[in-house]
Structures are given as structure tokens and as C-alpha cells.
């Protein structure tokens, strides 16, 4: 996994009990702050949320799937539906313990650029984080609308993360060949499902917009006449919108079902030749995709996004069935990434691996040199990461 190079097992911090008797998740107030929770690297996102949730608080920004380690997340900064609004899971931290190989009286004088390098472990192993929460809804209003145009579609996206009101946005492409209700969610009832599988074998593709508003006891009389309001002058197809009410759990656990479906199935543990870019402008032929919005962002990360206001995040998520479908895949992704070079679209890869040092300097562009700097100073004798062959 890191050949001549350092593999932390975070797991192992479990075994360090805080005071109140979690392990490794603290909830506290600050007059200034506001409430926010002491986090190990090692813990899972669910079991954040399930601590949180016991003071009916939870964090603003997550990831679609959540039984991943939060240290994982906030070393790729940590995208979703929520990013448009709240930033990424790293733009919602606060303070972070670091373990460096620095001796101490420099650390203090270095600790600005380990809190703003998110992206990579190759300069720093994280230890707690210090992670920002806010009240939370006990109810989600889950909206998906469908389109048959392109352009309408990618429009409305737009223009409903540049107004106030919506907790998560997120645009996906179905298929005539694929199934309605994917493994990411089972949302679509059975009449809803026959529907939509007619309008789908006459036009072969569709595109769904998702878009979740939080409610609680206080607000649930008047959720329906503001989604209603939300939803004006939208460009969807007449008699394609379906509603739903979860709670607010369901919806962030809502991969959860899908996972221990395709566990039981023998058909979780195959391989994802995935592919996730940030781009400004794409073509039809997309899975996933979630807008995001420049502001949200912080320059000082090594996390490398397009330098346009308004950009995508679009996800290939693709599954295989064995090694020679695998290689396929890969060999596909390998295309769209040359053919987004030929064209010349500013596209930079999320989740990237690259071969080569010469395509990493590419990849960071003016963000290398200070990257290369954070590196020498941090990780002198780069003993952290060598498998990615970024610095060798």
C-alpha cells in the first residue's frame, strides 16, 4: 500500500476514552463558535451523526455515503449535495490536531499551512478535528424532478443553488437500460416506476434533478406551499415531480440500504473504476453530479477546483464484474480524460492518480509550488504517501 513509506491504522485511536465516555467525539459549546464537536480522525461519519444527534445537533456538510472515517472525507475535502451551500466537509472545520515531523518550537509558526492543506496526506497525519455542527431538522421534504432536455436541466441546477431555501441539490442521468431506483436509493414507488419506464423507452435518456428542503414540527404546515414556491418557473417535465417525507437520518443514510442490499447479493465488495472531475461545462453523457459554487471554497486548500464561479462535480460511477470489465472501464476513462485534454476543458480530477510527477504539477498548476514547499517542510525526508508519486 506504501511501499518504503508509513500506513497509520487509525482504528487503533478507539482505544482512547474522552471524558464523557464516547470515544473520540465530544460535543461542547464556545461563546463564539457556537456548538461544534471534537472529532477523531479514526471515527465514522455515522457515528458522528449519531453522537450529534443525541443533542440535537448534527454537521452541515457531508458525504452521500457515511460509514467512511472522517480524517478519509477531510483529506479530499469532502463533497455532496450540501457543498453549494455549506462548502466542503474541510471549509467546516475549525481547528485540527497534527502529527508532523517537525520539532515542536517550528510547528507553531507552520500550523496555518497544515490547516489549509487539505487534499492529500502526504504532509501531515491528521489526529482530532475540531468540526462545526448546527441544529438540525427532524424531517426532510425529498423532491426529484425529471427532464428530457439537456439545457433546461443544467439551467434549473443553476438557479436553484443561487437561491436561499434548498438543503442539497444534485442532478443525475437515467437510462432505458438502467434500473429506475438505483442501488443509492430506493425512492420511486412501483406505479411511479412504470411511468417513468415509458417516458424513458421513447426518449432513452432523462435527467433527474434532486433537491431536499429540512423541516421540523414548527415548520411542517408550511414546507409544501414553500416548496411550491421553490419549484416556480422551473423548466421540469408536466407531471414529473414526485415527492416523499423521510426523516433526516434516512435521507443522509440513505446509501446505507442500498450497500447492505448489494451485500447480500454477494455484489458490494466488486470493483469501482470510478471517475470524478470538477469541470465548467460538460457534455450529455454524465451519471452524477452535484454544482457547486466558487465562494464556497477556500483558495488557500491544495484541493484543486476549476477557476470558474460556477462549476460541477461529475461522477462515472461505474461497477464491475470482474478483472477484464475493470480494465475496460478504466481504459473508457482513460479516453474521456484525453478527450477533455484534446478539447482543451478546464477539467480537474477529484480523487485523482496520476503516474507521473510531470501530470501532478499539471494537475495542482500555480497551487504546486506551495504544495511542493508544504511538502519540504512538513515531510522532509517523504516518508509519508510515496505510493502516490506525486514528490518521486
Known sequence: MAQNGVIVEMKSLNNNN???GNYGIRVSWDSELGFYADVGDEQLWIDVLRTTLEYGLAPVSWTDYLY???????????ISGQTFQHGPQISNVHEMDVITVIPEEEIFYCVGFLLSSSGYDECKI?????EEILKYCDSVKWVRLLYDDFS????DQEHLISIDGL???EGSLMLEQSSIN???SSFFSPSNQTKIASLLSQNKIMYCLEMVKYYDDHTSNTIDEELKKLVKGLKYLGGFMFKKDATFVEFLNRVRSGELELQSKGMWDVPHPWLNLFLHFFKKKILLMYTNLKCRWDDRMSAVIPEEETFYSVGFLHSSSGYDECKILDNQNE??????DSV???IKQYLPHYKTKEDWIKHFGKKWNIFQQRKNQFDPKKILSPGQRIFN
Open 182 to 184: 438505483n442501488w443509492r
Open 152 to 155: 433546461k436541466f443544467t439551467k
Open 18 to 20: 474522552n471524558n464523557n
Open 167 to 169: 438543503d442539497y441539490v
Open 344 to 346: 482543451g476543458l478546464n
Open 68 to 78: 467512511l472515517t472522517v480524517g478519509g472525507t477531510l483529506s479530499n475535502a469532502g
Open 126 to 130: 491528521l489526529d482530532n478535528q475540531n
Open 335 to 340: 479516453e474521456i480524460l484525453k478527450y477533455c
